[in-house]
């Protein structure tokens, strides 16, 4: 495995052009979560309103998790792996 940085994991999720990944983080109530999950060019809020913030001002990603059909936030300051085109990274 490779050690990467956030900003390099990032930059492979935003290029990985909707296929499927996985990833390890730490959740708020400190426990370890294994998310597989895709991005997808639009996000909505649930209301169809305009978001009142940007996730990428507090470091998270929209992503659409894949096992509970729903949007999530990847948040990348508790992410610890990563898996993306058969590689896998861990992150610094």
């Known amino acids: 495995m490779q050690t990467i940085t956030t ?22 109530d400190k426990t370890h979560r294994l998310i597989n999950a895709r991005i997808q060019t639009k996000y909505k809020s649930k209301t ?7 996730p990428s001002d507090y470091n998270l990603k929209p992503v659409f998790d ?11 300051n508790t992410i610890l792996t990563l898996s993306i085109n058969n590689n896998k990274y861990i992150i610094q």
């Open 7 to 28: 900003d390099k994991a990032k930059e492979l999720i935003n290029q990985s052009n909707g296929r499927i990944f996985s990833a390890v983080f730490i959740k708020a």
């Open 66 to 76: 894949m096992k509970n059909k729903a949007f999530r936030m990847l948040n990348f």
């Open 48 to 54: 169809g309103r305009k978001q009142p913030y940007k």
